[in-house]
């Protein structure tokens, strides 16, 4: 299975490149935009880890200059194509582009962009998979990645209302002692019909 290793400045970015790729059957290794992507590259070998296939890195990368990096990857790891991208950017001049590639790149990408999704997605897609020698695009399992994407977030679900509390019942003051309401049930010795009255102290 390919692997792409990235790093994106912004989130939404990222996660529109994680959905596309992965629709793709891709492994997508998403890391830190501060973290340094050589360093990771030494650490997998070392390891006995596969290498990614591709590196799609942003050029918010904050450790180093992307270019520059191109340029001591391209000595350290010459078989890993590297892609940048510049998520924040609508688009990329001819000469920017020229000077990624002059520098080591393989491309210069601008940001997608989500008024035109579907199409920059694909765009971008199709140059990944292209540089990959991965075409043709699955395109149903694309489809339903980008409907993802554009669904609208779930409703919340509304609160249950407080319950309310029991209220206790009422309680009479006679002389300053209080006594259960008529609510309040008798007692097992009184039967309901035989209740006595009391008048001064005197049962009748």
């Known amino acids: 299975m390919t692997t792409i290793l990235m790093t994106q400045a912004l989130q939404r970015q990222g996660e529109i490149w994680h959905n596309i790729l992965s629709s793709q059957n891709m492994t997508v290794i998403w890391e830190n935009l501060d973290a340094d992507i050589l360093a990771v590259l030494q650490g997998m070998a070392a390891a006995g880890v596969a290498l ?57 990408l601008p940001g997608i962009q989500e008024s035109s999704l579907m199409a920059t997605a694909v765009s971008h897609l199709t140059r990944v998979l292209e540089i990959l020698d991965a075409l043709p695009i699955q395109q149903d399992a694309l489809m339903e990645s980008l409907s993802r994407l554009t669904a609208p977030p779930p409703a919340p679900t509304p609160a249950a209302p407080p319950l309310l509390p029991l209220a206790a019942p009422p309680n009479t003051q006679y002389r300053g002692i209080s006594t259960a309401a008529d609510t309040a049930p008798l007692p097992k010795s009184e039967d309901m019909s035989q209740r006595r009255r009391r008048y001064r102290g005197s049962s009748y």
């Open 52 to 108: 990614p296939q591709l590196l799609l890195l942003d050029m918010g990368m904050t450790l180093t200059n992307p270019y520059r990096f191109c340029q001591v990857a391209q000595s350290r790891f010459p078989g890993i194509p590297v892609v940048i991208t510049a998520g924040r950017d609508h688009q990329i001049s001819a000469v920017e582009r020229r000077w990624a590639l002059r520098m080591g790149a393989v491309d210069l």
